[in-house]
């Protein structure tokens, strides 16, 4: 008798991942959404003014190894991006809701409903926790913050 929770596996870490969620999906949500956010008039300015034509498959295989640590429990994702985030000049929170925004459309459009809302859940939560740090780091008052949910 199995043993599992109808529409979902179980991964090897003990984590509960959707069924249709794998790697290829976390490669496709990557691809589409930067694809996007690259020519998008809010944040395509701060990634395309960090990050040089050359060096965007290099950090979209290594944003895929992220998504892939977090949301299948790989751990293939070494990195540590908060530092280059608070290295951003200027990144405030009008750029975490528009890449919220457009991340969830992507999710939407590309993923079964629950894949999305597990896509949509982390990403409200990277997005939090990137505007504590850059509260804290700047010297602002964070405990004001609250969460920015995808609209």
């Not at 694809?35 to 395509?44: L, S």
């Not at 608070?86 to 750029?95: F, S, V």
Request: charged share 20%; aromatic share 8%; with cysteine.
């Amino acid at each position: 008798m199995e043993n599992r929770i109808p529409g979902t596996q179980l991964h090897r870490s003990g984590r509960l991942i959707p069924d249709g969620l794998d790697e290829k999906l976390v490669a496709k949500v990557v691809d589409v959404f930067y694809a996007k956010a690259r020519t998008d008039d809010v944040i395509g300015p701060v990634f395309n003014g960090i990050i040089a034509p050359p060096d965007w498959p290099a950090h979209l295989a290594t944003i895929t190894e992220f998504w892939n640590s977090m949301l299948l429990g790989t751990n293939t994702y070494s990195g540590r991006p908060m530092p280059k985030h608070l290295a951003i000049p200027g990144l405030a929170d009008q750029h975490f809701e528009r890449w919220l925004h457009l991340f969830r459309g992507t999710v939407m459009d590309l993923c079964p409903p629950d894949v999305a809302a597990l896509f949509i859940d982390r990403a409200e939560r990277i997005a939090h926790s990137f505007r504590l740090s850059l509260a804290i780091h700047h010297g602002h008052d964070s405990t004001a913050l609250e969460v920015m949910r995808a609209r």
